[in-house]
Each structure stands twice: as structure tokens, then as C-alpha cells.
């Protein structure tokens, strides 16, 4: 949890972002979260009333605060979406919260943000069709049966084929990985599938999970791609997505190495990347 804090605040001590680059969003509107969840489930994380057996599946015990972080958070990933229209991309500092469904929470995730958001765009008509790029070592299980129906919203999940969850929903497109894989393998298979995807779907809206528990520090990950490779997997899709001049939004998604350090920088990475590509102020 420490990362959510010292990722703005290392980007703000090495000038890589200043205040003005930082926006603060409120509490998400019912009306747009029920786009995706179940008013009963809604409910239940507003009046607390979730079972023991639901808040085991979530991993965290219930509070009034987190359902409130939970909101506040998908509303980030909605103000993104605007913010990604003006300047081609907009950065969560938390979110991608993939393993949320419509009835249900998961693996520390109450709302799914993207497939709220995404949700949003088409509500609003604001985007027609929507590419979700999940890269998060672990598959996007909520996303990919939130939208198994909803051809406006393709799929894809890059993950580990051994990790949670253990039983896999069916994205539009999963790549599961063997345990180990490296840079060598991992790059130029995301660099073809990218390709393949922004000229077979055409989206008009991209979503980004930027999950850093693919290094090989990390606890759970069960890969072997380098601090170096992880940064190249950002540069891939950035590069990429301005040259296509389709406008993304990205959250962070998990990242549990031992060191808190390693995670904070991987992340930072992802930003400084996005400046850099996207040449912002």
C-alpha cells in the first residue's frame, strides 16, 4: 500500500511531475458504477453488510474508508479518460483493479475501474471501440467476463499461466506464460501481439494495466523479466498507442517485490516513459 503514496511523491522530488500535473478525483456517482455492478453489491460495500466468506475473497476486511478509496479510485480511471483526450494519455496512480466482477469482489479488488470506465466511454459515446491491454502478471479474470458479451470492448491479457486466479475466465485474447519468462521472450511476443491488435480491433480507446509483478523480484510473479524489461514493455505500448494517436489511460496495478524501492521505481518508469513519449510538461 506504501507505493501509492511515494510513487507522486518520487516524481515530484526528481521534477519529473510538479503540482500541476497531479489532479485529485471525488467519490464515483452510483449511476455510473451500476453501468457495470450489481446495485446488491453496490449495496453491500455502502451499508457493510458483506459476509465473512465475501471479504475473504476480497482480502481486505470491510470499512466505510475502503469502499470509499475503491470509489474514488474508479472515478480516477473516468477523469483519466477525459484527461487522455486532451493530452493523450492520463496516469491512475492506483487502479486496475481487474479481478473485481459485477456481484462480487477479488484478489483486493471491490470495483473493477477499467470496466467501469470503459463502460462510461460508451455510455457517453465517447469512444466506440475500447482495447483493454492487461499486462498485469495476473489475468484480468473480472474484466474478461464483464465484457464476454460486449464486442465494443476487446480484451487481451498477458499473464502468468500458473498464477491467480487459478481458474481463468476467457478474455478475447489470453497469453498465459510459462514461470520464467524472460525479456527474450516477452517482449517480442507483446511487440507482434500489440501490432496484430491495433490493426485487427481498431480501437478508438485504449486501457492499460502496468502491473509490475512480471520482474523478477517479485514474490508471486513466478517471471524472470529485468527492471530494464519491464521499462521496454511500457516503451512498446506507448510508443505504439501515440503513434496511432489513440488516446490511454493506465493504472498500476499490482507489483510485490520484497523491496519496496524496486516497485516504486518500476512504476516511476512508467511515467517518466509517457512524458517522454508523449513529450508532456
Known amino acids: 500500500m506504501l507505493k501509492y503514496e511515494l510513487i507522486p511523491e518520487q516524481l515530484l522530488y526528481e521534477g519529473s511531475i510538479t503540482q500541476k500535473n497531479l489532479f485529485a478525483p471525488t467519490v464515483c456517482a452510483d449511476e455510473i458504477v451500476l453501468l457495470t455492478h450489481d446495485k446488491n453489491y453496490l449495496d453491500k460495500l455502502k451499508q457493510q453488510t458483506l459476509s465473512a466468506k465475501e471479504q475473504r475473497h476480497i482480502g481486505f476486511p470491510q470499512s ?15 477523469d483519466c479518460c477525459h484527461l487522455a483526450f486532451e493530452n493523450g494519455i492520463a496516469m491512475n496512480v492506483a487502479g486496475g483493479t481487474h479481478h473485481a466482477f459485477a456481484d462480487r469482489g477479488e484478489g483486493f479488488c471491490l470495483l473493477n475501474d477499467f470496466a467501469t470506465a470503459a463502460n462510461y466511454l460508451l455510455h457517453q459515446k465517447l469512444a466506440k471501440q475500447i482495447l483493454i491491454v492487461d499486462l498485469d502478471v495476473h489475468q484480468g479474470n473480472g474484466t474478461a467476463k464483464l465484457f464476454e458479451q460486449n464486442n465494443s470492448v476487446f480484451t487481451f491479457s498477458m499473464h502468468g499461466a500458473h498464477n491467480y ?21 516477452y517482449l517480442p511476443l507483446l511487440q507482434n501481439t500489440l501490432d496484430m491488435l491495433l490493426e485487427k480491433v481498431k480501437p478508438d480507446f485504449v486501457f492499460y494495466l502496468s ?32 503513434q496511432h494517436q489513440i488516446p490511454c489511460t493506465v493504472a498500476m496495478g499490482g507489483g510485490y517485490s520484497p523491496d519496496v524501492r524496486t516497485i516504486v521505481e518500476a512504476h516511476c518508469n512508467t511515467f517518466r516513459l509517457a512524458k517522454d513519449i508523449y513529450g508532456l510538461n
Open 211 to 242: 502491473g509490475v509483478d512480471i520482474l523478477e523480484t517479485d514474490k508471486f510473479g513466478k517471471l524472470k523479466v529485468t527492471m530494464q524489461g519491464c521499462k521496454q514493455r511500457d516503451e512498446i505500448v506507448f510508443s505504439k498507442l501515440q
Open 64 to 78: 466505510p474508508a475502503l469502499t470509499e478509496r475503491e470509489l474514488i479510485i474508479t472515478q480516477g480511471s473516468i
Open 165 to 185: 486466479p487459478f481458474h481463468k475466465e476467457t478474455s478475447d485474447l489470453d497469453i498465459g506464460l510459462k514461470d520464467g519468462t524472460d525479456d527474450g521472450i
